[in-house]
Nanobody, 123 residues
Framework: QVQLVESGGGSVQAGGSLRLSCAAS????????IGWFRQSPGKEREFVAA????????YYARFVKGRFTISRDNAKNTVNLQMNSLQTEDTAIYYC????????????????WGQGTAVTVSS
């Protein structure tokens, strides 16, 4: 089993930055992909970004438009999401999740989820 814990959420003004972290632990998560998703009131959960742990390949949703960067820290077993130029529409609960093998943009494909961290962007 893989355990995931998010951190780094908070409240910022439009144009500001936040760095989210997803700490992973378990028997063997090196064969997993780690994805970031978000969900705001009245909307479905949507894909934000993902990384394949073994090959360090990154994938991004179109709305990111170069503002977000996903990366891994092998020493800390952590996946980070650096979010710059935040806008009010980025306000949501952000979740990290793990899926065996290749990245997937479908949240139903993921086996393990963190509890989420709240991001609020004000204008």
């Amino acid at each position: 089993q893989v355990q995931l814990v998010e951190s780094g959420g908070g409240s910022v003004q439009a144009g500001g930055s936040l760095r989210l972290s997803c700490a992973a632990s378990g028997r063997d998560f090196s064969s997993y992909s780690i994805g970031w998703f978000r969900q705001s009131p009245g909307k479905e959960r949507e894909f934000v970004a993902a990384i394949n742990w073994r090959y360090d390949n990154n994938y991004y949703a179109r709305f990111v438009k170069g503002r977000f960067t996903i990366s891994r820290d092998n020493a800390k077993n952590t996946v980070n999401l650096q979010m710059n130029s935040l806008q009010t529409e980025d306000t949501a609960i952000y979740y990290c999740a793990a899926v065996v093998g290749r990245y997937s943009g479908d949240p139903a494909s993921y086996s393990y989820w963190g509890q989420g961290t709240a991001v609020t962007v004000s204008s």
